[in-house]
C-alpha cells in the first residue's frame, strides 16, 4: 500500500486486487487521545502554577504574622523580675509615631553598665527572666521592652516600627534617665539582634552584642523556603550584616554551631562585616537553650567582654 493523493488515504496496489481507496481510520483515535492528554498537562500546569503564585502572596501579606509570634506561647505577662527577687519598675515609653510601650528597669546595686535588651519573636518579657537574672548577675541594670503588639504595649509589629521602639528605648535611658551613650551596652536575641544591630549602626554605645541572630531576612527566606524567589517575597528585610558593618562600638557576636533555627554560619557572616574591635563567643546547644546549657563560659565570656568595652 502506498499513500494517494489524500490525507489518511492509501492505495491498494497488491496484485489482482482493484484499485480502491481505503481510509486510514486509526488517525482519529490518536488525535483524540493526544488532546486529552494535552489538556490534563496543561491543567496540571495552571493548578500549579497558580498554587505557587497564590503561595507567594500568602507568604507575602501574612509574612508579619509568621514571624511576629507575639501571641505564642501568651501574649499575657506571666510573670515578673520580682518572681525571682529581684526589684524593678514598671517602664511606660512612648514612641515618635505615639504608641505606648511597656516594659520593666532592672536595677543592680554597683551597676557597671545598663543592658538595653531586645528580646526574640516570639513571648514577651516575662518570658526572659532567666537571662534577666544572668544580667543582674554581671552587675548590669537592664532595661527591657515589648515591642508593639506584645505583651502590654500597643499597636502593630512591623520592621519600622520595631526600629521605632528600639530608639524610643534608646532616647528613654538618655533623656529621662540621664544614662550616658558609653555606659549602654545594646543586647539584641534572634529577632532582637537585627534590632539592636539597627539601633547600634545609628548611635554609639559602650558596646554591642548580638546573639543568635540572622544575617537578613532574604537569608532567612532562603533557608526556609529555597524554592522560592526570596529577594522578592521578603517584605520583612532586616538587614543585620548591612547594620554590622556601621558599627563603631565594640562588638560580640555570639552564636551556637548546633542551632537548629538560625545557622551557625549566619553568625559568622554578621562578625565578618564587623570592623574591629569585635569578639566572637561560639556556645553549645539549641537555639532558644544555648545561654543556658552553655552558661558557665557564657557568663565569663560576657563579663570580660563588658568589663573591657566599658572600661571596668
Known sequence: MIPGPGQGVYYDLTPGANKRQCVFKSTQADVAGKAIIMRALISILIIAGTGYLLLLLVLYLFQGRMVFLSNFPDRALTASPGDIGLEYEDVSLTTSDNEHLHGWYIPAADSKAVLLFFHGNAGNISHRLDSIKIFHELGLDVLIIDYRGYGESTGTTSEQGTYLDAQAAWDYLIESRGVPADRIVIFGRSLGGAIGAWLGARNTPAAVIIESSFSSGVDMAKRLYPFLPANLVTRLRYPVVEYAGQFTSPALVVHSRHDEIIPFEMGRKIYAEIEKPK?????????NNGFIISQADY??????????SSGD
Do not use: C, M, P, Y
Open 299 to 308: 557568663i565569663a565570656a560576657l563579663r570580660e567582654f563588658i568589663r573591657t
Open 279 to 287: 569578639k566572637f563567643l561560639e556556645i553549645r546547644g539549641d537555639h
